[in-house]
């Protein structure tokens, strides 16, 4: 046990931030505190020039200090939607890659990865990218290694798909400061039933039922695995079906048993929510969004999209920015 040293963690927050993932990191962080009867960790927050923070359920939040003030903390964490980002980019980006350098441990929780990669400090690393956000993000940083695990932790860089996952990653620095004595109790407190580690794939609702991805019948999860790597080039059942190593007939029955839905169907709806991520997250145009979720044009993608959502990409796309503008202009553009 380490009694000596705080551990400390900011929270670097950006407009239109999770609420959920801050407090799913700090309070198990309070709990240990308690419990343990020390103050092993002490947290911020922290913005970029001190300006107030509003989450995505329109709280604000008063920072405790900006991102200038800020000396070497311990753990150093980004939270805020795929689209945050800093007014002054090149002084933001500076100030984390010079908190890496000096040692401080940076990691991004749910769309906070976003702006922690363009400040450029994940080279080299993986970074785990909630199933929401995955297509937007491989658009953006086709260089980055995405990961469909719960956390990503290397020595000097954390990043977790969403809030329960925050909790997770809070457990886990529970556990190195405290021991896991401290760290199961907490996880006890809260009535959080494991503690998730590296090698635990996210868990993705299947389209239109009350399942998950994980509850899905062996043939039906290889075929899905297959289909959502087949995005940008279409693959046929027939094909899926040598792959998995079953008829296509079978595949039909399966998929229809597990999902009420035929693979192709299925095929076309993993399409179609990748395409709206883009449409939401970012500043493809619809020629680009469709080569990328696997149609030649965009004539069939837009008449698909509005069977799937009730309106074309451009009208999606609309709607977004009537509640997201910088500098006047529509973000992402169009």
Known sequence: MNDTKIQSVGFLIFDGFPMACLTSMIEPLRAANEISGQNAFAWSLVSENMEKKHSSAGISFDPDLALSDLTRPDYLFLLGPPKGQFSNPKIGFGALRALARHGSILGGVSGGVFPLVRSGVMAGHVVSVHWCYDAAFRSEFPEVQASDQVIEVSSRRHTASGAAAAFDLSLRLIENQLGADVATEVACWFQHP???????????????????????????????????AHLDEPISVAEVAVEVGVSA??????????????????????????????????????AQIALQVGYGSTTPMVRHYREAFGLSPQEDRR????????????VPSL
């Open 194 to 228: 494991l503690m998730r580690g590296e090698g635990v794939r996210q868990s993705i609702p299947t389209y239109r039922r009350s399942t998950t991805d994980a509850t899905l019948p062996p043939v039906v999860a290889k075929a899905v695995a297959i289909f959502a």
């Open 249 to 286: 007939r079978q595949i039909e029955r399966s998929f229809k048993k597990a999902t009420g839905q035929s693979p192709s169907h299925y095929y076309r709806s993993l399409r179609m929510k990748a395409a709206k991520q883009l449409v939401m997250y970012s500043k493809d145009s619809m």
């Open 319 to 330: 709607r977004i920015n009537l509640y997201r503008v910088q500098e006047n202009k529509p």
